[in-house]
T-cell receptor, first 110, second 115 residues
Framework: LAKTTQPISMDSYEGQEVNITCSHNNIATNDYITWYQQFPSQGPRFIIQGYKTKVTNEVASLFIPADRKSSTLSLPRVSLSDTAVYYCLVGDGGYSTLTFGKGTMLLVSP | NAGVMQNPRHLVRRRGQEARLRCSPMKGHSHVYWYRQLPEEGLKFMVYLQKENIIDESGMPKERFSAEFPKEGPSILRIQQVVRGDSAAYFC?????????????FGSGTQLSVL
């Protein structure tokens, strides 16, 4: 299973763009990169998933360089409600067990 | 379109009692995962089940913990003779395991408190 490394915490202000980078140096060919968001006392919520290049949805963008050894979650114009823990996971579509690290605690201030 | 349902939301047990946590996956999902989360920590994988089969229980403590996912009904995580160290939030997730990456859908969790 590919191990991931991401910053423990990040601070931002409302209206700013936030980029959270995750390193996964031993990512395998069949692995996808998935990001989850977790609020206190709630289960994680799927945000975005990608395999290569760029993926965008209504919530975020995911940038993946050609070597796929890292990925960057981009949150445009964050608000206070984006304060949460963000997890980067790497796994394949076959049998695998997704492992959550400690995630990145994003704190958005007014 | 109900999501993953966990109950109870909160569970209080005294030391030595049994705790039973239930998880109903999303409609059409046949794969269930259980995670445990201690305060200020990330989610720790416990067990991965398909209908009537345990696929990976490498994260389960060797004693007192068991899980099942019967052909009919919810998945159950059972903790026998609970101790204070079992106090945590227990999350269940389900997936359809379609092609492409794995996408997990989580329930709201069960907060277990052992007195």
């Amino acid at each position: 299973l590919a191990k991931t490394t991401q910053p423990i915490s990040m601070d931002s202000y409302e209206g700013q763009e936030v980029n959270i980078t995750c390193s996964h140096n031993n990512i395998a060919t069949n692995d996808y990169i998935t990001w989850y968001q977790q609020f206190p006392s709630q289960g994680p919520r799927f945000i975005i998933q990608g395999y290569k290049t760029k993926v965008t949805n209504e919530v975020a963008s995911l940038f993946i360089p050609a070597d796929r050894k890292s990925s960057t979650l981009s949150l445009p114009r964050v608000s206070l409600s984006d304060t949460a823990v963000y997890y980067c996971l790497v796994g394949d579509g076959g049998y695998s067990t997704l492992t959550f690290g400690k995630g990145t605690m994003l704190l958005v201030s007014p | 379109n109900a999501g993953v349902m966990q109950n109870p939301r909160h569970l209080v047990r005294r030391r030595g009692q049994e705790a039973r946590l239930r998880c109903s996956p999303m409609k059409g999902h046949s794969h269930v995962y259980w995670y445990r989360q201690l305060p200020e920590e990330g989610l720790k994988f416990m067990v991965y089940l398909q209908k009537e089969n345990i696929i990976d229980e490498s994260g389960m403590p060797k004693e007192r913990f068991s899980a099942e996912f019967p052909k009919e009904g919810p998945s159950i995580l059972r903790i026998q003779q609970v101790v204070r160290g079992d106090s945590a939030a227990y999350f269940c997730a389900s997936s359809a395991r379609g092609t492409g990456g794995e996408k997990l859908f989580f329930g709201s969790g069960t907060q277990l408190s052992v007195l």
